[in-house]
Structures are given as C-alpha cells and as structure tokens.
C-alpha cells in the first residue's frame, strides 16, 4: 500500500521560505513522476511542479517558476518543495503525488497516490 504524508507546513510572512517534505512508502520507483499539487480555498488543485524520480528532470507550473525549487532524496524516499518569496497567494493546501506511468504529468487525473496535505499560510 502506497502511503504519502507531507510535512512542513505552516505559517510564514511573504517574502520568507518554506520547505514541504513529502516521504514516500510502500512503493519502489522506477519511471514514476512525483508531484506537488496546491489547493486554495475556491480554486481547483493546480499543479506546482514535478519530477521524474529516476532521472531528475523537473517542470514547473508558472507561477512556481523561478521561486520554488522541487527535488528528491531518492535514499531516503523524500521529495521536497523548497518555496522562497512566498507571497499570499501561494497560500494553500499542498498535496504530494504520485503518477506511476509517468504519462500527462500536468493533468491531476493522472497521479494515482495522494497524501493528507499540509497546510501553507503566507501572511502580508
């Protein structure tokens, strides 16, 4: 059984950094993408960023682009969201995801393993 939980959430003031943590069990990694997922009151869950757990590669969604920086330990079965220049709207409930076929990494339809979320407030 697949389990995500993400930690490191919490409250910041714009303009600080924040790191989430997702761990990752019950599951080897071969050509599984990895994701962050944002919710906001109102909104749909959009798409921060992803990574191909083998080989490294990344994509950002834009308004992650150039402020966020998404990577993994791959002994320690961790991904992480590193976040700088946090600004109210990335406020928000982030969710860690799994797409073990590696296919349409944008679309949230295709990530099949979700963990709990954590949540990320971002005072002005």
């Known amino acids: 059984q697949v389990q995500l939980v993400e930690s490191g959430g919490g409250l910041v003031q714009a303009g600080n950094s924040l790191r989430l943590s997702c761990t990752i069990s019950?599951?080897?990694?071969?050509?599984?993408?990895m994701g962050w997922f944002r919710q906001s009151p109102g909104k749909e869950r959009e798409l921060v960023a992803t990574?191909?757990?083998?080989?490294?590669?990344?994509y950002y969604g834009e308004s992650a682009e150039g402020r966020f920086t998404i990577f993994r330990d791959k002994a320690k079965n961790t991904m992480f969201l590193e976040m700088q220049g946090l600004k109210p709207e990335d406020a928000g409930v982030y969710y860690c995801?799994?797409?073990?076929?590696?296919?349409?990494?944008?679309?949230?339809?295709?990530?099949?393993?979700w963990g709990q979320g954590t949540q990320v407030t971002v005072s002005s």
């Open positions: 995801a799994g797409n073990p076929r590696g296919l349409r990494i944008r679309d949230r339809e295709s990530y099949e393993y």
């Open positions: 019950g599951r080897t990694f071969g050509g599984d993408v």
């Open positions: 990574i191909h757990w083998s080989g490294g590669y990344t």
